[in-house]
């Protein structure tokens, strides 16, 4: 079944030690996305890719970075986490060609602790 | 400034009722409006979407209605299960370039 993959599904890293969570689809979407979702809150996007092109939300911290070496890759990392880093990380796509009524299609998820 | 609110107190119905929930929005003119649910520890998955000139939408149990004047979107499961036991989410695509923002959605909870 096409899908979206994420890796690995929980993750513990240190205070200020670099993190990289990957996600990986068999749909051949155009998008990808990167939420981010703390407990009991909506999921909060903090950048996405149009193909190749980057698109950064405006309140996403520097410390998160994103690649797209590929059609079927994502990779979020985290430079530096802090504790309020914590969270579920959300990799999704959608087709990107119905722009006016795209939905998404979302992986299992990452959930990141920091010590 | 801008909202999307869905009621964050849990909602909890017997098994065999309808259940509604309630999606407001403020200072948005979307396009189409989404509904997903979310299990515990699990990505969201898409169940609807509407679009502004529709009133009204099906599917099997659900049914989705958007009132672009009220700027509110009400989500009904008919006949309700304690498999539809889950967080479900509004989603607006407020800019309409397909970038979502979603609610913090409401938690259902259909007791046996």
């Known amino acids: 079944d096409a899908m979206v993959i994420q890796n690995p599904r929980y993750q513990v890293t240190q205070f200020g030690k670099p993190v990289t969570l990957s996600c990986s689809q068999t749909l051949n979407h155009n998008v990808m996305y990167w939420y981010q979702q703390k407990s009991s809150q909506a999921p909060k996007l903090l950048f996405h890719y149009y193909d190749k092109d980057f698109n950064n939300e405006a309140d996403t911290p520097d410390n998160f970075q994103s690649r797209r070496p590929n059609t079927s890759f994502c990779f979020l990392d985290i430079r530096s986490p802090g504790l309020g880093d914590a969270a579920m990380y959300l990799c999704a796509t959608s087709s990107g060609l119905a722009v006016m009524a795209d939905t998404q299609y979302f992986g299992p998820g990452t959930r990141l602790t920091v010590l | 400034s801008q909202k999307i609110e869905q009621n964050s107190e849990a909602l909890n119905i017997q098994e065999g009722k309808t259940a509604t929930l309630t999606c407001n929005y403020t200072?948005?003119?979307?396009?189409?409006l989404q509904w997903y649910r979310q299990d515990p520890g699990r990505g969201p998955v898409f169940l609807l979407l509407i679009r502004e000139n529709e009133k009204e939408k099906r599917k099997e149990r659900l049914k989705v209605t958007f009132d672009t004047t009220l700027k509110q979107s009400l989500f009904h499961i008919t006949a309700s299960q304690p498999a539809d036991s889950a967080t479900y989410l509004c989603a607006l695509d407020v800019s309409n370039t397909g970038k979502l923002i979603f609610g913090q959605g409401t938690t259902l909870q259909v007791k046996p």
């Open positions: 200072n948005y003119s979307p396009a189409y």
